[in-house]
């Protein structure tokens, strides 16, 4: 069975910093493309980050230069560093696993989220 769990998730003063991680299990994604997703109360899921197999990265708009998206391969794990966090980026973050980038959104594989609060 294919499992992406998040953890590193909680609360936190604005200006603050938290690390997410999605570890996954059941097999490699190794050769995946894979991404983070947060959903607020009452918004649609959006898109936060991404990360290619090859190691090419792409950001929302609302997170470039605050939040960075690495993976090991080697521990089959995605991380999200998220540094002078906002009120605004309150929600459930998700991570996902495709073949490409652009799949993400319509992948099959997802984790179950992590909840970030930021205070002001």
């Known amino acids: 069975q294919v499992q992406l769990v998040e953890s590193g998730g909680g609360l936190v003063q604005a200006g603050g910093s938290l690390r997410l991680s999605c570890a996954a299990s059941?097999?490699?994604?190794?050769?995946?493309?894979k991404g983070w997703f947060r959903q607020a109360p009452g918004a649609e899921r959006e898109f936060v980050a991404a990360?290619?197999?090859?190691?090419?990265?792409v950001y929302a708009d609302s997170v470039k230069g605050r939040f960075t998206i690495s993976r090991d391969n080697a521990k089959n794990t995605l991380y999200l560093q998220m540094n002078s966090l906002k009120p605004e980026d309150t929600a459930v973050y998700y991570c996902?696993?495709?073949?490409?980038?652009?799949?993400?959104?319509?992948?099959?594989?997802w984790g179950q989220g992590t909840q970030v609060t930021v205070s002001s």
């Open positions: 996902a696993a495709a073949q490409t980038i652009a799949l993400l959104y319509r992948s099959d594989y």
């Open positions: 059941g097999r490699t994604f190794s050769n995946y493309a």
């Open positions: 990360i290619s197999w090859s190691g090419s990265t």
